[in-house]
């Protein structure tokens, strides 16, 4: 035996469908896409594959490079990215994850973006950033026809088309947002950024925002003070004439994840700008932004947990100790079993927050979005940090792809709105909309007993107390997960879960199933094909 033999070691995860999850494809099929299956697989064989995990570590090992002037001292305010990020932004736009689920008549055609999002999120998840505001933002620039008519196709279209052009020339658009500044974070209506009207159609801002990310996008929906109040502001890049609107990045954030995209400070002085909705109902109109941003936050942790939970099985059926693989042994079994249940319960719900978009439910999902993004983006960064133990010292080391995942998984917690933001609103829809709950209600009841009893406990807990909205969305999100996997998922799962996050005999961690859960099973139908 040489001193370098190399043995006991888990052949890479490559070569793999990322897409034959079997929780996944049967939401799909249920919530109304069976149509969209064949391409979901044939995203999934490409990102199992070698070549795409190499364009995520790259495009976050060469990080973006703010250029702010050319060479003759004229300011140019953008920023260059790795050739990978360019690969995995064309990969995204060209199989639909950004805007074209809107001009898709098909039913179905936002369950299948969403599952494609969960696919292809696996690989890398900072270029999904960019992704998820061109979809989010379509519904919100509706509210001004003009512009709307203008930049919808192109926001809709399946080509990637880097670069700051005239926007109507190019072949596909990009959309952001900048609504947050450095004085008020969440709470926008202390925006000083302030607009004017110009007398030709447009408005003008001056002002600064705090978190811009994506600036090379071509278009954002900006907030902004007018005389009437908070109002919202569509801002291009690049006017229609081809001349450069006035968009100063400051710098981009060191950021602790997600740093292939890039973030940044821009600045607005006498920058052009069109009124989006009604003036000083800005807040209103960038809602509808919000809410579909925070449905992809819900996604974004989903897929994120299905990713590190497919490294710590594969690790584990590999892997021999102490005379044994891993995946053999009872310890082990537990905890990648109570894994696989999380993942599988982020999954289902993910796939039925995209459901209702797709059909209009608008009482159910303004609830059900907000507790679900609070509760499943709380759950991604304990559940990432669990599978990289599992792999022991090779999962704390850059090659196996976990640390990054690791460092990713809080942005989605604190994107739009971080966990107190969400309950709250939480708490604000469940007085300003009963209905909301009512729906949810209708959801839940009557699928099973532990479920029905549960419930009981939540409208106990139901109230105007501050203190208590954690409490509140957190258990509206586990009981309509519980809710989802009973009636949707195998029974051992179901059971695993309603035994322990609905009726709470579980431990502190996990790894704590309680005695006669069928954990073999489960991580029998999580392992990656």
């Given at each position: 035996?040489?001193?370098?033999?190399?043995?006991?070691?888990p052949?890479?995860?490559v070569?793999?469908?990322?897409?034959?999850?079997?929780?996944?494809l049967?939401?799909v099929?249920?919530?109304?896409?069976?149509?969209?299956?064949?391409d979901?697989?044939?995203?999934?064989?490409l990102a199992?594959?070698?070549?795409?995990?190499?364009?995520?570590?790259?495009?976050?090992?060469?990080?973006?490079?703010?250029?702010t002037?050319?060479?003759?001292g004229?300011?140019v305010?953008?920023?260059?990215?790795?050739?990978?990020?360019?690969?995995?932004?064309?990969?995204a736009?060209g199989?639909?994850?950004?805007?074209?689920?809107?001009?898709?008549?098909?039913?179905?055609?936002?369950v299948?973006?969403a599952?494609?999002?969960?696919?292809?999120?696996q690989?890398?998840?900072?270029?999904?950033?960019?992704?998820?505001?061109t979809?989010?933002?379509?519904?919100?620039l509706?509210n001004n026809p003009?512009?709307?008519?203008?930049y919808?196709p192109?926001?809709?279209s399946r080509?990637?088309?880097?670069g700051?052009?005239?926007p109507?020339t190019?072949?596909?658009?990009?959309?952001?947002?900048?609504?947050?500044?450095?004085?008020?974070?969440?709470?926008?209506?202390?925006?000083?950024?302030?607009?004017?009207e110009?007398?030709?159609?447009?408005?003008r801002?001056?002002?600064h925002?705090?978190?811009?990310?994506?600036?090379?996008?071509?278009?954002?929906?900006?907030?902004?003070q007018?005389?009437?109040?908070?109002?919202c502001?569509?801002?291009?890049?690049?006017?229609p004439?081809?001349e450069?609107?006035?968009?100063r990045?400051?710098?981009?954030?060191?950021?602790?994840?997600?740093?292939?995209?890039?973030?940044?400070?821009?600045?607005f002085?006498?920058?052009?700008?069109w009124?989006?909705?009604?003036?000083?109902?800005g807040?209103?109109?960038?809602?509808?932004?919000?809410?579909?941003?925070?449905?992809?936050?819900?996604?974004?942790?989903a897929?994120?947990?299905r990713a590190?939970?497919?490294q710590?099985?594969?690790?584990?059926?590999?892997?021999?100790?102490?005379?044994?693989?891993?995946?053999d042994?009872?310890?082990?079994?537990?905890?990648?079993?109570?894994?696989?249940?999380?993942?599988?319960a982020?999954?289902?719900?993910?796939?039925?927050?995209?459901g209702?978009v797709?059909?209009?439910?608008?009482?159910?999902?303004?609830?059900?979005?907000?507790?679900?993004?609070f509760?499943?983006?709380?759950r991604?960064?304990?559940?990432?940090?669990?599978?990289?133990?599992?792999?022991?010292?090779?999962?704390?080391?850059?090659?196996?792809?976990?640390?990054?995942?690791y460092?990713?998984?809080?942005?989605?917690?604190?994107?739009?709105?971080?966990?107190?933001?969400?309950?709250?609103?939480v708490?604000?829809?469940?007085?300003?909309e009963p209905d909301s709950?009512?729906?949810?209600?209708?959801?839940?009841?009557?699928?099973d007993?532990?479920?029905?009893e549960?419930?009981?406990?939540?409208?106990?807990?139901?109230?105007d107390d501050?203190?208590?909205?954690?409490?509140?969305?957190?258990?509206?999100?586990?009981?309509?997960?519980?809710?989802?996997?009973?009636?949707?998922?195998?029974a051992?799962?179901?059971?695993?879960?309603c035994?322990?996050?609905?009726?709470?005999d579980?431990?502190?961690?996990?790894?704590?199933?309680?005695?006669?859960?069928?954990?073999?099973?489960?991580?029998?139908?999580?392992?990656p094909?």
């Amino acid at each position: 035996m040489t001193t370098h033999e190399v043995f006991n070691q888990p052949p890479p995860l490559v070569d793999y469908d990322v897409s034959a999850d079997a929780a996944l494809l049967a939401g799909v099929a249920r919530e109304g896409a069976p149509w969209a299956v064949g391409d979901l697989h044939r995203l999934g064989k490409l990102a199992g594959t070698a070549e795409p995990q190499r364009w995520a570590d790259e495009a976050n090992r060469f990080e973006p490079r703010l250029i702010t002037h050319d060479r003759y001292g004229h300011r140019v305010d953008e920023v260059e990215f790795h050739p990978s990020w360019h690969r995995l932004m064309t990969v995204a736009v060209g199989e639909g994850l950004a805007g074209s689920a809107w001009a898709d008549t098909r039913a179905g055609a936002h369950v299948a973006r969403a599952a494609g999002l969960f696919v292809w999120s696996q690989v890398e998840a900072g270029h999904s950033c960019p992704i998820s505001m061109t979809y989010a933002v379509i519904p919100a620039l509706r509210n001004n026809p003009d512009v709307s008519e203008m930049y919808e196709p192109l926001l809709t279209s399946r080509a990637y088309d880097p670069g700051l052009r005239t926007p109507t020339t190019k072949r596909g658009l990009l959309a952001g947002m900048g609504m947050t500044e450095k004085q008020g974070g969440s709470d926008v209506r202390a925006n000083t950024t302030r607009a004017v009207e110009a007398g030709d159609g447009t408005w003008r801002l001056t002002g600064h925002k705090w978190f811009t990310s994506a600036p090379m996008c071509d278009l954002f929906l900006v907030l902004a003070q007018t005389e009437s109040g908070l109002s919202c502001f569509m801002v291009p890049r690049v006017l229609p004439g081809g001349e450069r609107n006035t968009f100063r990045i400051q710098r981009l954030k060191d950021k602790l994840g997600n740093r292939s995209n890039a973030s940044s400070e821009p600045e607005f002085e006498d920058t052009a700008g069109w009124l989006v909705g009604e003036e000083g109902r800005g807040v209103r109109t960038i809602i509808e932004m919000v809410a579909m941003t925070r449905l992809d936050c819900v996604t974004g942790s989903a897929s994120g947990m299905r990713a590190a939970l497919n490294q710590a099985v594969h690790h584990a059926r590999h892997r021999m100790a102490f005379g044994r693989l891993l995946a053999d042994q009872p310890a082990m079994r537990n905890v990648l079993a109570d894994l696989a249940v999380e993942s599988e319960a982020a999954t289902v719900l993910a796939m039925r927050l995209a459901g209702a978009v797709d059909r209009g439910e608008h009482a159910f999902r303004r609830l059900a979005i907000a507790a679900g993004k609070f509760w499943v983006c709380k759950r991604q960064p304990i559940m990432v940090a669990e599978a990289l133990e599992c792999l022991g010292g090779n999962g704390y080391v850059e090659e196996s792809g976990l640390p990054r995942l690791y460092r990713d998984a809080p942005l989605n917690s604190i994107w739009e709105g971080s966990g107190n933001v969400q309950a709250l609103d939480v708490l604000r829809t469940l007085r300003r909309e009963p209905d909301s709950l009512d729906a949810l209600l209708a959801e839940v009841s009557g699928v099973d007993p532990r479920i029905d009893e549960a419930v009981t406990g939540l409208t106990k807990l139901i109230g105007d107390d501050e203190g208590q909205a954690r409490r509140i969305a957190e258990r509206m999100a586990v009981i309509l997960q519980a809710s989802l996997l009973v009636r949707h998922s195998p029974a051992e799962v179901a059971d695993a879960f309603c035994a322990t996050r609905l009726a709470g005999d579980w431990g502190h961690t996990f790894g704590t199933l309680p005695p006669g859960v069928d954990t073999a099973a489960i991580i029998e139908r999580a392992a990656p094909a």
